[in-house]
């Protein structure tokens, strides 16, 4: 089992920016993707970004240039760096952990985004 703790959402102004942090514990292998998806009310759940334990990176077309994902190894953490926020981006964005050798996936809990216009 991995566990994930998500922390860093609030509510913020339009242009602002917000950093989310997840922290895994538990059974981490060492090949692995983490990294963010979002909802929005009434809507499915959609990637945002991901990176892999290399470091290959992922991004929905709509937070390319203004989100960078990121991640800590030895803390087994990752990171979302979110600039130029806009009102759509306002959602619960949840963190996500998938071993690349069985597949199996995992999500925290969720942190609410807020961002007025």
């Known amino acids: 089992q991995v566990q994930l703790v998500e922390s860093g959402g609030g509510l913020v102004q339009a242009g602002e920016s917000l950093r989310l942090s997840c922290a895994a514990s538990?059974?981490?292998?060492?090949?692995?993707?983490m990294g963010w998806y979002r909802q929005a009310p009434g809507k499915q759940r959609e990637l945002v970004a991901t990176?892999?334990?290399?470091?290959?990176?992922n991004y929905a077309d709509s937070v390319k240039g203004r989100f960078t994902v990121s991640r800590d190894n030895a803390k087994n953490t990752v990171y979302l760096q979110m600039s130029s926020l806009k009102p759509e981006d306002t959602a619960v964005y949840y963190c996500?952990?998938?071993?690349?050798?069985?597949?199996?996936?995992?999500w925290g809990q969720g942190t609410q985004v807020t961002v007025s216009s």
């Open positions: 538990g059974s981490i292998s060492s090949i692995n993707v």
């Open positions: 996500y952990f998938k071993r690349l050798m069985s597949g199996y996936e995992y």
């Open positions: 990176v892999s334990s290399g470091l290959r990176t």
